[in-house]
């Protein structure tokens, strides 16, 4: 990997008070956007959901590649889900990939307040059988868009079974590839660190794709499925 390179026009340090102005210049939510964020806000878990300007983001790409078929791995109540869903065309497909029936019925209540159930198909099982089943059953190929954001220990066998079911210029978004910063402590050797530490080092690597580590949130890698000569 690049090292060692400290440059003048690196990507800002955010503080909060940037960062309530960004908020505030930038993101845009419909009103069930907003309720779902704050119900969530409630959870134990709440730092699972991403930031409201990585799902605005998230948006404006599926609207960019004219996504029509997506998969989310990891749903948890549904916010990313319903950014993506929202961004694409009426005939949009998005399958949904979680194994807690808990939070699978908060996000389905929101997919139905936001008119969006038709278009989202979430699979309450284990990932990888879901992807397993979608590859066995021909799909390789045929997807646009695809949002990672499960547990770390999987994400390589989740990025590969998505690639194969991108369509060529499609793209992998993965969530926390910088894991709150500890992947560049050396020091950090927590199973999950050394999960995306591997993951990033694998990416870098990767000649199938073109790459960018976006550093919204908590780091968001985007991965475009290169086609075969390029
Ligand atoms: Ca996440």
């Given at each position: 990997m690049a090292s060692g390179i400290i440059m003048s026009n690196r990507t800002l340090a955010i503080n909060d008070r940037v960062y309530d102005y960004l908020i505030s210049a930038s993101v845009q939510e419909s009103e069930v956007l907003i309720r779902l964020r704050e119900e969530t806000?409630?959870?134990?878990?709440?730092?699972m959901q991403i930031a409201p300007e990585q799902g605005q983001f998230m948006a404006l790409l599926v609207e960019l590649l004219d996504v029509r078929r997506a998969i989310e791995i990891g749903t948890f109540t549904g916010y990313s889900a319903l950014r993506i869903a929202m961004s694409m065309p009426e005939d949009g497909y998005l399958i949904c990939c979680d194994n807690s029936r808990a939070w699978s019925a908060v996000a389905r209540r929101y997919f139905a307040e936001a008119g969006l159930a038709d278009r989202i198909d979430l699979r309450v099982a284990a990932a990888l059988d879901t992807l397993n089943d979608l590859l066995k059953q021909?799909?390789?190929?045929?997807?646009?868009f695809a949002f990672i954001d499960a547990d770390k220990e999987n994400y390589e066998n989740y990025y590969e079974r998505c690639l194969k079911l991108m369509r060529p210029g499609g793209l992998i978004a993965v969530d926390n590839t910088l894991w709150g910063g500890s992947?560049?402590?050396?020091?950090?050797?927590?199973p999950d660190t050394l999960a995306i530490r591997r993951f990033n080092e694998k990416l870098y690597k990767d000649d199938r794709i073109s790459l960018s580590l976006v550093p919204i949130g908590d780091g968001l890698t985007l991965a475009r499925k290169r086609h075969k000569n390029s």
């Open positions: 806000a409630k959870e134990p878990l709440a730092n021909g799909q390789a190929g045929t997807f646009d992947v560049a402590d050396p020091d950090n050797q927590e």
